[in-house]
């Protein structure tokens, strides 16, 4: 399992210095000189000059992507917090305003219609887009959301709780949340919350920050509120928020029923009067919880193993990665929280970065990253930089089609056939609650960004509000209010990308799609995902999920046919 796989080579470099590196804007800048200076007089040239502007392109991401890879395996690394503020500071402003450069050159060229219409619809309509948002006095205040943004890995990083007389971080705490002993997980949800108390304010305060920096921003571009701003910046050209709304609603219709059925059946299960919060990810079997892998070595076997059923080439990534050492899984102190995977796109492999505890969870993780790492690899062959860009419409696709897909092989994880089972249904509910926690989240951020002005008082109980509307009804909360008014500062995602979430929604839906067509035909349901995946950002959204098999649909309807299709696979297990 262990053996050698050669790694995809770096490819030679045609534009920068084999010894260039990125380190001050000194070394940056001439080259950025000789693109904007450059002469176009084909559209081979053109093609010629994208290919140098990618090169750059590249070259500069990966390393700034390692700088926060770094500090997000060593929140304490002063080395690397400093490349992280020299980077924000002294080359991204001005990387940002030469970026902007290229792109009007290249709306401007009059070689740019010439290019292959299908191949570069995405990227000419991405640029247009981006060239219309650029605004000079937005650089100094995006340098800095940049840095205010990289607080809360720090903040988090520094979170953990002492348990009979072993401290432990807030991650590998939470493998008690799975104990049948309800007064242990009771005491742990206890421990974990006052923990997270300590931080309340500060957490607060840094998000109250990150809002009035985002809303500037938005109002010197022309936009009324960030929220607007960031539909554009993210590229969102073939959904609107009201289609957002409307998801909201079809998952309130067609997912809640089914979550409240699961907690009702939850509850009689534990014969329990009530359901309090601790005691909605024990096994409902009275059996000891799962524990598919005893350390990150084993984690990394078995999920090679996994993905060799599935498709060899899947599994020697893993391999690859392995022995590249861009495998960093094991929760510790100092860490940052999460999970990612994390694309270097001059060599075209990627680092997954997790937080293990030996729990069924870092299965789900697994295999999710690891089709963000499939995905990297298999679009890394793609001419242009901008054409592996994509949305996490289409990322996650990704990701989540690999959870499901992997799923008819966890018997690597499970030998035991009711642990498997166990396993199976637990990651189905899961997906429930990832669809309507997704709806939570979305609705959160689209009422503080229209709302920019708004109190701390007023965005906590507008969190318990939303919280509560998508919760299970069987669940108590009484007593537990102040926990529960501050628990969107766990989630990463509204500090670092914000409003990037409804995305995880859509595309669990095109996963679950492509599962159901994967129990029908599996052969055939992998080469569509591996062709999907391809594709890149090559092609719009609604193409992207054509080819692997699903729809980009946010009516009740097809919401519904899906819950149909999952609650019949829950119902066999």
């Given amino acids: 399992m262990k053996e050698s796989i050669a790694p995809p080579p770096r490819n030679k470099r045609r534009f920068l210095a084999a010894d260039f590196n990125p380190a001050t804007w000194t070394a940056i800048e001439p080259y950025f000189q000789q693109l904007s200076d450059r002469e176009i007089h084909s559209v081979s040239e053109l093609r010629d000059w994208l290919k140098d502007w990618s090169e750059l392109e590249s070259v500069l991401e990966e390393n700034s992507r390692w700088i926060y890879v770094k500090t997000s395996i060593d929140t304490t690394d002063e080395k690397s917090k400093a490349d992280l503020a020299n ?12 970026m902007n450069d290229l792109e009007q050159k290249l709306i401007a060229c009059p070689f740019t219609d010439q290019l292959d219409k299908d191949l570069f619809f995405t990227t000419i309509r991405k640029m247009k887009k981006k060239v219309e ?93 960030y929220m607007e701003y960031r539909f554009d910046e993210l590229g969102r050209f073939d959904y609107t928020p009201a289609d957002c709304l409307q998801f909201h609603q079809s998952v309130k219709e067609t997912v809640m029923p089914l979550l409240n059925k699961i907690a009702d059946e939850r ?16 096994d409902t079997s009275g059996k000891e919880p799962l524990q598919p892998t005893k350390s990150s070595e084993e984690l990394i076997d078995k999920t090679i193993a996994c ?10 990534r893993i391999q690859i990665m392995r022995q590249m050492k861009y495998l960093d899984l094991e929760s510790r102190m100092h860490k940052g929280p999460g ?24 299965v789900v993780t697994m295999v999710h990253e690891g089709g963000h790492a499939v995905h990297t690899f298999l679009s890394h062959d793609l001419e242009l930089n901008t054409f592996k860009e994509v949305g996490s419409e289409i990322a996650e696709v990704a990701s989540m089609s690999m959870e499901l897909m992997s799923m008819e092989h966890w018997d690597i994880f499970y030998p035991n056939a009711e642990d498997l089972n166990r396993a199976r249904r637990n990651h189905l509910g899961h997906i429930l609650n990832v669809l309507t926690k997704t709806c939570v989240g ?111 649909d946010f009516s009740k309807p097809y919401v519904a046919e899906l819950m149909g299709f999952v609650e019949g696979e829950i119902d066999k297990l």
């Fill in 87 to 98: 980077l924000y500071q002294h080359i991204y402003p001005f990387a940002m305003a030469r």
């Fill in 133 to 225: 948002m650029f605004r000079e006095e937005n650089i100094p205040l995006l340098s800095e959301l940049s840095m205010k943004q990289s607080e809360f890995d720090q903040i988090s990083g520094a979170q953990s709780i002492t348990y009979q007389g072993t401290e432990m971080t807030l991650q590998q705490a939470s493998a008690f949340f799975m104990s049948n002993d309800r007064q242990q997980r009771e005491d742990i949800f206890r421990l974990v919350s006052k923990r997270r108390l300590q931080d309340a304010q500060t957490l607060d305060n840094l998000l109250s920050e990150l809002i009035s920096i985002r809303h500037r921003i938005a109002l010197n571009a022309g936009y009324k509120n």
């Fill in 267 to 282: 509850k009689s299960k534990l014969k329990l009067e009530v359901l309090r919060p601790w005691d909605a990810e024990v």
């Fill in 307 to 316: 993905f060799n059923h599935l498709d060899p080439y899947f599994g020697e």
């Fill in 339 to 362: 999970g990612f995977n994390m694309t270097m796109p001059e060599i075209g492999v990627p680092f997954i970065f997790m937080n293990s505890a030996n729990t069924e969870h870092d």
């Fill in 442 to 552: 979305d609705s959160f951020q689209f009422w503080m960004y229209q709302n920019p002005e708004h109190t701390v008082e007023e965005r906590r109980e507008k969190w318990k509000q939303l919280f509560l509307e998508y919760s299970s009804t069987a669940i108590d909360w009484s007593g537990c209010e102040q926990y529960l008014e501050t628990g969107y500062q766990k989630i990463l995602h509204f500090y670092i990308v914000p409003l990037y979430y409804i995305e995880y929604a859509f595309a669990q839906l095109g996963a679950l799609a492509v599962w159901k067509n994967f129990k029908a035909n599996p052969k055939q349901t992998v080469e569509d995902y591996k062709n999907a995946l391809r594709l890149g950002y090559t092609r719009p959204i609604p193409e992207f999920y054509k080819t692997a098999g699903a729809k980009f």
